[in-house]
């Protein structure tokens, strides 16, 4: 059975870092893309960083491009998110995000709140 935790999210000030960890569980990991989103209340998902399988490559949205990198463990079964210059407007929950044999599968998210 396919499982996502993440963790790590909490309470920031602005231009403060944080890092979020998503643990994985029931497929390969290694052979996987790995995606992290993110959704403010009334607002749809929206993608912020992919990690490709093996190799690592990655993409990100243009709002959290230079100040958050995506990275993965495969030894660990893990994906990270490290999230710096935070801003407001990355107040969130942020999901980790695979697909497996056509399904979606997400975590149970985790809170990021940046204000002062």
């Known amino acids: 059975q396919v499982h996502l935790v993440e963790s790590g999210g909490g309470l920031v000030q602005p231009g403060g870092s944080l890092r979020l960890s998503c643990v994985a569980s029931g497929f390969i990991f290694s052979q996987y893309v790995m995606r992290w989103y993110r959704q403010i209340p009334g607002k749809e998902r929206e993608l912020v960083a992919t990690?490709?399988?093996?190799?690592?490559?990655?993409n990100y949205a243009d709002s959290v491009k230079g100040r958050f990198t995506i990275s993965r463990d495969d030894g660990a079964n893990t994906v990270f998110l490290q999230m710096g210059s935070l801003k407001p407007e990355d107040t969130a929950v942020y999901y980790c995000n695979t697909v497996v044999r056509g399904v979606q599968r997400w975590g149970q998210g985790t809170q990021v709140t940046v204000s002062s």
């Open positions: 990690i490709a399988s093996s190799a690592g490559g990655t």
